[in-house]
């Protein structure tokens, strides 16, 4: 069974440029969040979808967004790049529409705005 | 407003040794814990979880201890061997809301 799968793996990006993510999940899996790593932040939660809506969202501001499909695949775009924008995202899947399971990740798309 | 704290950003242990990752949080209607590990270059991977109705879980050389009334939960490893090495997350969730992260802690076990 494949895992989640992020495209692309690395990116780099001019300040002011916008920028989309994608993210295929785990066969079956109807959940989608994305997540910024930064140093020394840990796993920053940015928001998710189900069922191609989104249901929960984290405190980053609306140059952050994102969608999902009919398939469950997801994209998250960035607008107005910043500097600080330079992140691991990544993607997570999950099996349950609600209720308590783990949730697998994929290994990230590394963003670098210079 | 941090509500998953993991204060040790960094752990050093001696292989075959037991390697103790600690976690606390605040916010009292979080009722599944998980913890994951991570190597340099790859996403998190599940490690283990436990729900707020047990105080211990156990799958292999991990064990997840959960205090509620502390509101502290803590990774035992046991014995440590070197491919342990990396950063640990502890994250937890409210029932059908999203994952919250800790900082992470990076162990190192050394031969």
């Known amino acids: 069974k494949a895992g989640v799968t992020q495209t692309p793996r690395y990116l780099i990006k001019t300040r002011g440029q916008q920028v989309t993510l994608s993210c295929s999940p785990i066969?079956?899996?109807?959940?989608v969040s994305w997540y910024q790593q930064t140093p020394g932040q840990g796993l920053q939660f940015l928001f998710e979808?189900?069922?191609?809506?989104?249901?929960n969202k984290g405190n980053f501001p609306g140059r952050f967004s994102g969608r999902q499909f009919s398939n469950s695949r997801s994209e998250m775009n960035v607008s107005t790049l910043e500097l600080g924008d330079s992140a691991l995202y990544l993607c997570?899947?999950?099996?349950?529409?609600?209720?308590?399971?783990?949730?697998?990740f994929g290994q990230g798309t590394r963003l670098t705005v210079v | 407003d941090q509500q998953v704290k993991q204060n040790s950003p960094s752990l050093s242990v001696q292989e075959g040794r037991i390697s103790i990752l600690n976690c606390d949080y605040t916010?009292?209607?979080?009722?599944?814990f998980l913890w994951y590990k991570k190597y340099p270059a790859e996403g998190p991977t599940f490690l283990i979880s436990?729900?707020?109705?047990?105080d211990k879980n156990e799958d292999g050389r991990f064990t997840v201890f959960l205090n509620k009334s502390a509101k502290h939960l803590s990774l035992h490893i046991v014995p440590s061997q070197p491919g342990d090495s990396a950063v640990y997350f502890c994250?937890?969730?409210?029932?059908?809301?999203?994952?919250?992260f800790g900082t992470g802690t990076r162990l190192q076990v050394f031969p």
């Open positions: 997570a899947s999950s099996r349950a529409d609600r209720g308590q399971t783990e949730a697998f």
């Open positions: 066969s079956g899996h109807r959940s």
């Open positions: 979808y189900f069922s191609e809506t989104q249901r």
């Open positions: 916010n009292s209607m979080f009722d599944y």
């Open positions: 436990i729900s707020s109705i047990k």
């Open positions: 994250a937890a969730s409210a029932y059908s809301d999203k994952l919250i």
